[in-house]
């Protein structure tokens, strides 16, 4: 006759005195822990929670101005919407540009003529394969970064004006409110083969608030720029002064 055993599960996490012993004698792996549940935690709605200035921080435009009527009783905190709301546009609108935006001669009209009239155009004609051209646009690389709200475009000197003599570029044309403000052909009123973007920027700014950072406009923002130069060139003069005492000393 057949041998049959009959295994007995109990409850999970229960244990018989005889599964005790085999577990001392090693005979069973060890009992496993019994099942809890985590402990309950209500869920926190977050329109609920108190607003903070930190929290304001962190919202985006649209979402600070569905904010407007749940902030009538803070004083503090919808004066503080109003003005981190405000901040987020400013810096929208100044960062609408800030690099230097190819086009051709069928982009010009709507590119450059037909700019905004509150914004300066920087038209760069060019070259490739001459030198002098490609140490310009590295300048106006670094100042179309600087001065977001400035519109930087460049366009071969050809496709701008037919027939443009090569030995004519770079050139520079400064345009505002449809019309031609400035001209810079080749190097020379930016310090010749020297120039750096801190001489191109005086150059420009010399006598219009050419260049725009967007945190200010008209004669402060040509103010800035000149600044912004002056303290950009001692920077440079006490970094190289550094660089030389560096090189003394290791000799």
């Given at each position: 006759m057949a041998d049959y055993h009959f295994v007995y599960k109990d409850v999970e996490g229960a244990s018989t005195e005889w599964d005790d012993i085999q577990r001392r004698l090693g005979n069973l792996p060890p009992k496993p822990e019994p099942f809890k549940p985590p402990a309950y935690a209500p869920k926190v709605d977050a329109d609920e929670q108190p607003k903070s200035k930190e929290w304001l921080d962190a919202r985006e435009p649209d979402e600070l101005e569905d904010l407007e009527d749940d902030l009538d009783d803070d004083r503090f905190l919808e004066q503080y919407r109003r003005m981190r709301l405000a901040e987020l546009r400013e810096a929208a609108k100044a960062a609408k540009f800030g690099s230097i935006v190819p086009i051709t001669g069928s982009d010009f009209v709507r590119e450059v003529s037909q700019a905004p009239s509150d914004v300066w155009v920087v038209v760069f004609l060019y070259k490739e394969g001459i030198p002098e051209c490609g140490l310009l646009q590295t300048c106006l690389d670094e100042l179309a970064t600087r001065y977001p709200a400035t519109k930087f475009v460049k366009i071969i000197s050809t496709d701008c004006i037919p027939?443009?003599?090569?030995?004519?570029?770079?050139?520079?044309?400064?345009?505002?409110?449809?019309?031609?403000?400035?001209?810079?052909?080749?190097?020379?009123?930016?310090?010749?083969?020297?120039?750096?973007?801190?001489?191109?920027?005086?150059?420009?700014?010399?006598?219009?608030?050419?260049?725009?950072?967007?945190?200010?406009?008209?004669?402060?923002?040509?103010?800035?720029?000149?600044?912004?130069?002056?303290?950009?060139?001692?920077?440079?003069?006490?970094?190289?002064?550094?660089?030389?005492?560096?090189d003394d000393d290791s000799d």
């Amino acid at each position: 006759m057949a041998d049959y055993h009959f295994v007995y599960k109990d409850v999970e996490g229960a244990s018989t005195e005889w599964d005790d012993i085999q577990r001392r004698l090693g005979n069973l792996p060890p009992k496993p822990e019994p099942f809890k549940p985590p402990a309950y935690a209500p869920k926190v709605d977050a329109d609920e929670q108190p607003k903070s200035k930190e929290w304001l921080d962190a919202r985006e435009p649209d979402e600070l101005e569905d904010l407007e009527d749940d902030l009538d009783d803070d004083r503090f905190l919808e004066q503080y919407r109003r003005m981190r709301l405000a901040e987020l546009r400013e810096a929208a609108k100044a960062a609408k540009f800030g690099s230097i935006v190819p086009i051709t001669g069928s982009d010009f009209v709507r590119e450059v003529s037909q700019a905004p009239s509150d914004v300066w155009v920087v038209v760069f004609l060019y070259k490739e394969g001459i030198p002098e051209c490609g140490l310009l646009q590295t300048c106006l690389d670094e100042l179309a970064t600087r001065y977001p709200a400035t519109k930087f475009v460049k366009i071969i000197s050809t496709d701008c004006i037919p027939n443009y003599p090569d030995r004519n570029v770079p050139t520079i044309l400064v345009y505002n409110n449809s019309a031609v403000k400035g001209t810079y052909v080749g190097l020379q009123k930016f310090g010749g083969k020297r120039c750096t973007p801190e001489s191109v920027a005086l150059a420009l700014c010399q006598s219009e608030p050419v260049l725009n950072d967007g945190q200010s406009g008209g004669d402060s923002s040509r103010d800035n720029v000149i600044e912004g130069v002056r303290r950009k060139f001692i920077e440079k003069v006490v970094a190289q002064h550094e660089e030389r005492e560096e090189d003394d000393d290791s000799d």
